[in-house]
Structure formats: structure tokens, C-alpha cells
């Protein structure tokens, strides 16, 4: 979780902080490809299958964790088509995998780009790489084997090898993609290979074993063993899409409800969506988690929820003209509507202590998550610097120093300070 997504449209975002990766990729296909023409294609029959599985792969991918793009079906035939025909690959074989993945991978994103849904080229390209570092990685593990003969014992050097190369492949991905966020988002590094790395764990071990299972498989009967394999690959690819289902659901859930106050006059236009994106902008550089970025952006969506049960709107939604009394049965109010979804109870406790002072809360009491500092002065500046405020970035940022150690959290406004400095823009 990074920030808001918009999940209709060609993702063409990581195109900036992607040009590196995107040449790097290019330039391993297109040495690939000139050498698997110059040597020619080997069993043609296993490249189309596993290339059919890469592109109908492709074309199912889906969007989870608010950024990720994930194709599971198509990552594990690539990486079961790279170790598919024994450890011993020459560097044309090495060549022919990365070929037929980067060849599927394009037929697989062409229907999507004409239907106008969202793919990301960079991460197409990552997963190039990644497959070329898994079938070096495998070779290279067992450089000599008489392949598989049904002994089980015989056969565990080639299964460990293709774990290694499952867990290169993953680690490279991961490596690439954490670069790529500290740089489009500021995280920290660590915290963005963190992400990664728990991102891995959770999808990349169901497709790492499914490409074992279907490298394993059909080496050993054959095309037979790729529709049997892909039935459990479909139904992972089915709970991944049910979870990314969910989320789509819990943030259109929370953006109606964040609008709720902007039709009443409670905050301005945009106010909520604003101060969400200033708070996602602080998140990311204190390297919270996924789980923590994407509470903390629902809090500071709802943070107005509150304000809806005071007598009268704030001329232009500016909260920070109520009394600190208003302020905080407001936070209470709003925290109690949110506690009733049933499922959004952190986001609630975020919301409660989101207009606490610093000096009076989380100086003294560390249950209170930093969170809730991170929405009071994603709020004040918003308020300060949004639409028909008038001051400049330099003043609200002066205004809220001022406000240091007894109103805000001094960590977060020298994030903030940071933010600023790096020319953030609503």
C-alpha cells in the first residue's frame, strides 16, 4: 500500500523510476532474442505451452495491495519453463527461456492495452530479469545432471536446485522493486525491501511452488502435467483476485463516506482526498508498513466523519478554527461511527487520537500509534496550504513548527519538513 491507485487505466506511472529497469530489461530480451535466432528454437512443443500459460497469464493479472500489479499464473510458468528441462542449460537454453517469457509477456499485455485495463511494463520487465537470474542460478547450482529417473533420493539435488532458483528469482524481484519504490515514493530502502519481502512470503511462495511443481511435473510425464498443474494455480490465482476484490470494495466503502462531508459542508472539496495524500507522502517516508500505510490512509480520509454530528460546518471546512473541545468529540464521534463497520477498528483508534496534542498523548502514552499524529498535521497543512488557504508551503510550515513538541509530533513534522523541502504539491 503506496498511496491511491487508480485501478481502470494503463499504469504508465513507474515509467519515470522505471527507465532504468525498463532498459535493463530490454537489453537482456533482445541479446536473448538474437541468440535463440541464431541457434534456433528447441522443442517447440513445451516453448508454445508454457508461452500459451505466460500470455493467458498476463491477461488475467489483477491489481492488489493498492499498486502491484501480480500475475501468478504467468510468474510460475515462466519460472517452471525455466527450469524445465534439467540443470544442465547452455546459454542458448538460458536464452530461449528468457525469449519465449519476454515474447509471451508481450502477446499476454497486447488484449489489455487494446481494452484500455491497467498493466505495468515495468514490471513486466522485472519479471525478464528475474527468470533469467533463476535459470543462471539453477544451472549453475547442479551445472552437471543425468535429469530425472523416478528416484525421489536421485532427484533432490534437482528439486533443491529449482528452490534456489525460485528464491533468486524472488529475491531480484524483490532487490528491483524496492529501488524502484524508494525512488517513486521516498521510502526508506530497508523498509521498502521489508515490503518486499513480506510480499514474497505471502504470493510469491504459492507461485514459486506452483513452477516447481510444473517444471517437476512435466519433465517427468510430459504436457500432461500442465493442465493438471494449472488447476491449483487457478484457484490461487481466484483467492488472489477475491482479496483484491475486498480491498476495491473497503475503499469505495471509504471514499463514500469520506465524501458524506464534503456534500454536507463539513470539509472543502478535495479536503479529505488531500490531506490522505499528504498523510500517504509521510507514511511512506517513516516506512510504515502496507497494513499500517493503508489504515492510515483511510483515517485520514474519515478524519472529518466526525464534524457531521457538530451543529454547524467550519467556513471552508477548517477544522482548526473549532475549540479543541469541538476538535476531539468530533475524533470521538467519528472513531465510534467507524467502530460500527466491524472492520475498520484500527482505522477507528487512529481517528480517536487524530486531534490529540502531542504534549497530552503520545508523549506519554506509546499505545497511541503515530498514525494519528501523522492525520493532525496532514490536516493542519492541508489547511493551511490547500485550496483557498493563501499561505505559502514556508509559512504553514513555520505556522506548524511553531506547534512542535506540544501540538505536533516532532518526528512526523520533521517528515513533513522533508516532504515539503522535496517539493510536494497537492
Known amino acids: 500500500m503506496t498511496g491511491l491507485a487508480d485501478t481502470d487505466r494503463i499504469s504508465t506511472r ?23 535466432v541464431r541457434h534456433g528454437i528447441s522443442e517447440w512443443s513445451f516453448a508454445v505451452t508454457f508461452g500459451g500459460l505466460i500470455a493467458i497469464g498476463e491477461m488475467v493479472q489483477f491489481n492488489v495491495y493498492g499498486n502491484r500489479n501480480r500475475a501468478p499464473i504467468a510468474t510460475s510458468a515462466a519460472l517452471g519453463y525455466a527450469m524445465l ?29 487494446v481494452a484500455g485495463l491497467q498493466w505495468d511494463v515495468v514490471v513486466s520487465a522485472r519479471r525478464v530479469m528475474s527468470v ?37 528469482a524472488g529475491v531480484t524481484d524483490a532487490l528491483i522493486g524496492a529501488g ?26 504459492a507461485m514459486g511452488i506452483g513452477a516447481v511443481l510444473l517444471a517437476a511435473g512435466t519433465s517427468l510425464v510430459g504436457l500432461w502435467a500442465p493442465p493438471l498443474v494449472v488447476v491449483p494455480l487457478l484457484l490461487t490465482q ?68 466526525g464534524q457531521l454530528a ?25 472513531a465510534s461511527v467507524i467502530e460500527r463497520s466491524g472492520v475498520l477498528d484500527h482505522v477507528a483508534e487512529i481517528v480517536r487520537h487524530s486531534n490529540d496534542p502531542y ?24 489547511q493551511l496550504v490547500g485550496e483557498g488557504s493563501g499561505q505559502s ?4 510550515m513555520e505556522s506548524i513548527g511553531l506547534g512542535i513538541g506540544a501540538e505536533y509530533d516532532p518526528v512526523v513534522v520533521e517528515s513533513l519538513r522533508r516532504i515539503v523541502g522535496r517539493g510536494f504539491r497537492f
Open 132 to 168: 533469467a537470474c533463476a535459470a543462471i542460478v539453477f544451472t549453475a547450482v547442479i551445472p552437471v545432471s543425468e535429469g530425472w529417473n523416478g528416484s525421489w533420493r536421485q532427484s533432490m539435488p534437482i528439486i533443491l536446485a529449482m528452490l534456489l532458483g525460485v528464491l533468486a
Open 238 to 305: 481466484f483467492a488472489f483476485r477475491r482479496f483484491a476484490s475486498a480491498q476495491r470494495t473497503y475503499r469505495t466503502t471509504v471514499r463514500s463516506m469520506a465524501r458524506s462531508t464534503e456534500i454536507a459542508g463539513f470539509s472543502s472539496p478535495g479536503q479529505n482526498a488531500r490531506t490522505a495524500t499528504l498523510a500517504v507522502a509521510i507514511g511512506n517516508d517513516l516506512g510504515l508498513t502496507p497494513a499500517r500505510m493503508e489504515a492510515l490512509e483511510y483515517a485520514a480520509l474519515l478524519s472529518g466523519v
Open 393 to 396: 508551503p514556508d509559512k504553514a
Open 310 to 334: 457538530l451543529a454547524d460546518p467550519s467556513p471552508g471546512g477548517a477544522s482548526l478554527l473549532r475549540t479543541r473541545e469541538e476538535r476531539q468529540r468530533a475524533a470521538e464521534i467519528g
Open 180 to 205: 524502484q519504490a524508494t525512488e517513486r515514493y521516498n521510502r526508506p530502502f530497508p523498509a521498502a525491501l521489508r515490503d518486499e519481502l513480506v510480499i514474497l512470503g505471502q504470493i510469491g511462495m
Open 85 to 113: 528441462r534439467g540443470p544442465a542449460l547452455s546459454p542458448p537454453d538460458i536464452a530461449q527461456i528468457i525469449t519465449v517469457v519476454g515474447v509471451a509477456t508481450m502477446i499476454g499485455v497486447v488484449p489489455r492495452a
Open 359 to 382: 504534549r497530552h498523548g503520545r508523549a506519554n502514552n506509546a499505545n497511541i500509534p503515530v498514525e494519528s499524529g501523522i492525520v493532525n498535521v496532514a490536516l493542519a497543512y492541508e
Open 14 to 36: 513507474n515509467l519515470g523510476s522505471g527507465v532504468v529497469i525498463l532498459v535493463a530489461g530490454a537489453a537482456v530480451g533482445l541479446a536473448a532474442f538474437l541468440i535463440t
